[in-house]
């Protein structure tokens, strides 16, 4: 792995192992539905949605109205597509390309 995350830990990695063995949609529902709360679960399908919108060159009040985030979660999002670990990019990315 060439990316160093700086949140790097043991339990971390296990975890990370584990969303890779999902093989399908039924696999994510049935494991995410354990594992977090629903409300969790909104928010980071939240924050995808948000994501992806940025992505278009959307405003933020456009995805305020569309996704109900607020604006420092916009922001905050923002931030992650230009200065963060581009894990952002890397998902929409391919989410495009199986499209």
Sequence with gaps: MAYQSKFKKDDIDELFKAVLLLEDEEDC???FEDICTINEIHAIAQRLQVAKLLSEGKTYSEIENVTKASTATISRINKCLVYGAEGYQ????????SE
């Design 90 to 97: 890397r998902i929409l990315e391919r989410m495009k390309d």
């Design 29 to 31: 529902y049935r494991f």
